[in-house]
Nanobody
Framework: QVQLVESGGGLVQAGVSLRLSCSAS????????MGWFRQPPGKEREFVAA???????NYADSVKGRFTISRDNTKNTVYLQMYSLKPEDAAVYYC????????????????????WGQGTQVTVSS
């Protein structure tokens, strides 16, 4: 059974940093692309960042230069390091996984993903 569990969310002040983690189990982690999405209050879920099995990365324009996605295949974990947090970054952040096997692709659409975590809330105060 595939399970994704996010952690690291919380209430922080604008301008500080926060790192989210997502631990995966029940899958061959190295064959999956991993992504982060977020859903601000009252808004639709949006793409944040993704990392492929070859460790290529893709970011939403709104977070490029401030957020960094990484993965550790030995720990079956993907991270989202967030710098210079802004109030508009406040959202529930979701970890997602999609099987890619050996093919090369980009995954920045939520419908592309097969598995999802429960989400972790990030609140940013001004």
């Amino acid at each position: 059974q595939v399970q994704l569990v996010e952690s690291g969310g919380g209430l922080v002040q604008a301008g500080v940093s926060l790192r989210l983690s997502c631990s995966a189990s029940g899958l061959t982690f190295s064959t999956y692309a991993m992504g982060w999405f977020r859903q601000p209050p009252g808004k639709e879920r949006e793409f944040v960042a993704a990392i492929s099995r070859t460790v290529s990365t893709n970011y939403a324009d709104s977070v490029k230069g401030r957020f960094t996605i990484s993965r550790d295949n030995t720990k079956n974990t993907v991270y989202l390091q967030m710098y210079s947090l802004k109030p508009e970054d406040a959202a529930v952040y979701y970890c997602a996984a999609v099987y890619t096997g050996s093919r090369t692709a980009t995954f920045n659409i939520d419908s592309q993903y097969n598995y999802w975590g429960q989400g972790t809330q990030v609140t940013v105060s001004s």
